[in-house]
């Protein structure tokens, strides 16, 4: 029988940026541990059927498929959560949103709109770090607010809530002190579409357009009808994109526009304020 140790450093990932991860990720979970029991006992050898689920997803990685589609879940902000195909992944890049939008506003009862919730990341982070704040989140695929909804529910989040709308359509007369968006930034055509992770996400999720921005442009041009007089808006874009989103928002009227760096040190959110 294989010990830990032997079927970590077997485990082969040449086109993963993150092999050694991924196999960790793969082999705990089979394990049902965590990644800290892998380093704490190599010398352990897994159940024949562990070792087997294993190798099956260790195949399935080798194939492109992303861990978080494999296993069904993934970590964001500080929370655990369920994913699915029809959702994109939330990223480490994504917190910065989070960041962006509680610097924004204090921990007073306040409306918030998550648009284009996919697996609920963005609400369930804001509506955990502020009980005080009612956030609702909304998504055009009905199978993601289902997704949104089963998080809510077992992180016990009763600030929070989801329902469909594409974009602002089912939202008529409602006001918000702050929205937040991760829409399609992806220019159609864009070569990163058939490398890595991006070849499972759907496409759905990731392209708006020739330019990537249709989407952006549509939010935009709409949030003003949905926020409150000295609201919020955050969105966040492409890396090279900071620019034109700041134009839209200056064109469209909004004030105290900036935009702010991620991890990598690239533009990657902006916002503006909207006082008419």
Known sequence: M??????LENATLP???????????????ALGKSRSYLHTWPEREPAPQQAQ????????????????????????????????????????DTELLVEVALQLLPETPLQVLDLGCGSGAIALALAAERRL???QGVDRIVAAVDLAERNRQRLALSNASFSP???????????????????????????HLEQGDLRFEPLSAL???????????????????YL???????????FDQAGRVRDLLCARGFSAIDSRLDLGGHQRISLGQWQP
């Not at 409150?228 to 966040?236: N, S, V």
Request: hydrophobic letters at 50%.
């Open 2 to 7: 294989a010990s830990i140790q032997s079927l």
């Open 228 to 238: 409150q007089r000295g609201g919020w808006l955050a969105l966040e874009h492409g």
């Open 53 to 92: 689920t294993f190798a099956g997803w260790l195949a399935r990685r080798q194939q492109g498929e992303p861990v978080a589609y494999i296993l069904g879940r993934q970590g964001f902000w500080s929370l655990d959560l369920e994913v699915a195909a029809h959702t994109l992944i939330p990223r480490a």
């Open 165 to 191: 709308s594409h974009w602002f359509d089912a939202l008529h007369g409602q006001r918000f002190a702050l929205i937040v968006s991760n829409p399609p930034y992806i220019a159609a055509g864009d070569a």
């Open 15 to 29: 086109d993963s940026p993150t092999a050694r991860l991924d196999a960790e990720l793969l082999l705990a979970a």
């Open 207 to 225: 392209v708006a357009g020739a330019d990537g921005l249709d989407d952006i442009r549509a939010i935009i041009e709409q949030a003003p009808a």
């Open 133 to 135: 704040w009612q956030v």
